[in-house]
């Protein structure tokens, strides 16, 4: 009998652990569609005025903590203070998210205005929206941070922009570099904190001179 | 949820054969093997599984091909965050180029533009794994990893200049599988070439700083003598996705 029950009931554990893999995980909120990629973009025409240099020129499809798709250029305007991190990680993303903390504690009143806070998962399979969320509340991130997950191939057109290495570990987490990156309101990179608990003056004086 | 699946694999087939490229590159099938990745803490293999992999690196003819159906990726009009001014260096104009090179690998390629050829052909980028996997064949054997004459004879290949103009394609030498100039003529990009990290990062794990110094890098290596497989390491954690790289080209699997 039991010789029986246990497949059956291994089978359906994995499909519901299966299941539940694809509707937790970032890949299936962000667009799923087949890409047409050979078909124009429509956005490229409304950036047409965009620096070749802007992160915003990319088009892929993100979802944040609270489960709304954005394209990046929804980030225009502002001045955005950006990594890369994922959920499960222990000890490098909190040490970079505690340092954009600090950055953003030294930055007064008037000037986080015009800045906002940005994390973007590079792990597609793992993180969802509901992870992003309890991250947020982990790390007591406010309103002006918004967490954001997408497709394998978007996250990694992303962190090749960024130039953040991702090399994934058996174990299901990730070596990957640690910077923290400026965008200016064109979304182009403006300066770029490479490693934890560095002097941040450099990067303090590049989001001031950012200020309108 | 076959029924699911058969629509879903139709709708698949439709979005494939409606891709403008009139003849895809004919393409073999690699078998799935291991591999053991240059720098890995204990011997991990990685399983890689059977995939089809284009027969020679993608030509300039190819990308011209690409490029007409889509202009945003010709060389005045491609953004300078997805590639830099080195991009298509070696063409004349938009949709130009000695006719000599019309069948020589296309280089001065950037990552993104490279995998976005691959998308347009219903194809993608190989990863490291794979690329790997294909290219340890020698002409007769699907595994030439421990064989000196090749590792020679990829060696000599790899210490010697490129070319100012580079040969056509399938100049080189017929691999096991059936696939052209994986040694011999271009480095090639790979999807995940990121993944190679040097130093000074990932300080939240300590397997990476220890293994990629100097010296003890080199021991904890798994194919220290295999001296071609650190160039290609070496290339791979060297570039940046938007470099455009005078021997760098590419070709795509599925």
């Known amino acids: 009998m039991c010789k029986i029950k246990k497949p059956v009931m291994k089978i359906s554990i994995v499909l519901i652990i299966s299941c539940a893999a694809i509707v937790m995980s970032c890949t299936k909120n962000a667009e799923t569609k087949v890409k047409s990629c050979c078909s124009k973009e429509k956005h490229t025409e409304a950036l047409k005025e965009l620096s070749g240099e802007s992160v915003y020129n990319l ?13 990046l250029n ?9 990594a890369m991190i994922f959920t499960h990680c222990e000890s490098a993303c909190p040490r970079i998210v505690a340092d954009m903390q600090h950055i953003e504690s030294a930055l007064t009143e008037n000037e986080r205005q015009q800045v906002s806070f940005l994390l973007i998962s590079m792990d597609p399979q793992r993180d969802s929206p509901s992870r ?3 991250f947020a509340e982990d790390h007591k991130l406010n309103a002006n941070w918004t967490l954001i997950c997408s497709t394998q191939d978007a996250t990694m057109e992303i962190a090749n922009v960024l130039g953040v290495k991702v090399k994934k570990l058996e174990n ?14 064109q979304g182009v990179i403006v300066n770029q904190q490479i490693g934890f608990a560095v002097e941040q003056e450099e990067t303090l004086t590049a989001i001031r001179k950012l200020i309108k | 949820m076959k029924i699911f699946l058969l629509i879903l694999n139709s709708l698949l087939l439709i979005s494939v054969s409606g891709q ?6 004919a393409m073999v099938k690699i078998r799935g093997g291991s591999y053991i990745p240059l720098y890995s803490k204990d011997i991990q293999k990685t399983e890689v599984k059977g995939f089809e992999m284009d027969i020679y690196p993608v030509t300039n003819s190819d990308f011209l091909a690409f490029v007409k159906s889509n202009p945003e990726w010709s060389k005045s009009k491609a953004k300078s965050i997805f590639a830099d001014s080195s991009y298509l260096k070696q063409w004349n104009s938009d949709d130009s180029f000695n006719k000599k090179i019309a069948k020589s690998p296309v280089v001065n390629i950037s990552w993104f533009a ?35 004459a090749f590792n020679q004879w990829v060696l000599n290949w ?8 580079l040969p056509s394609v399938g100049t080189t030498y017929k691999n096991f599988f059936g696939v052209y100039d994986l040694h011999g003529l271009v480095w090639e ?18 397997s990476l700083d220890n293994t990629l110094f100097c010296g003890g890098g080199s021991f904890a290596s798994k194919d220290i003598n295999n001296y071609a497989s650190f160039m290609r390491f070496a290339m791979r954690s060297s570039v940046k996705a938007k470099y455009c790289v005078a021997n760098l080209g590419f070709r795509c699997v599925k």
């Open chain 1, 59 to 71: 088009s892929s499809t993100w979802t944040t903590q609270k489960a709304e798709n954005l394209k």
């Open chain 1, 74 to 82: 929804h980030f225009r305007d502002k001045i955005m203070i950006t």
């Open chain 1, 132 to 134: 992003l969320t309890e």
């Open chain 1, 172 to 185: 299901g987490g990730f070596d990957h570099s640690n910077i923290i990156h400026v965008f200016d309101q």
């Open chain 2, 20 to 25: 403008v490229n009139p003849q895809p590159a």
């Open chain 2, 114 to 148: 490279a995998k976005k050829y691959c998308e347009c052909q219903g194809k993608r980028l190989p990863e490291t794994a794979e690329w790997e996997l294909a290219a340890k064949a020698s002409e007769t054997k699907a595994d030439a990893s421990k064989d000196p």
């Open chain 2, 158 to 165: 790899v210490t010697k200049p490129s070319l100012s103009t």
């Open chain 2, 189 to 206: 990009w790979t999807y995940d070439f990121n993944s190679a990290l040097t130093t000074g990062e990932s300080r939240g794990n300590t």
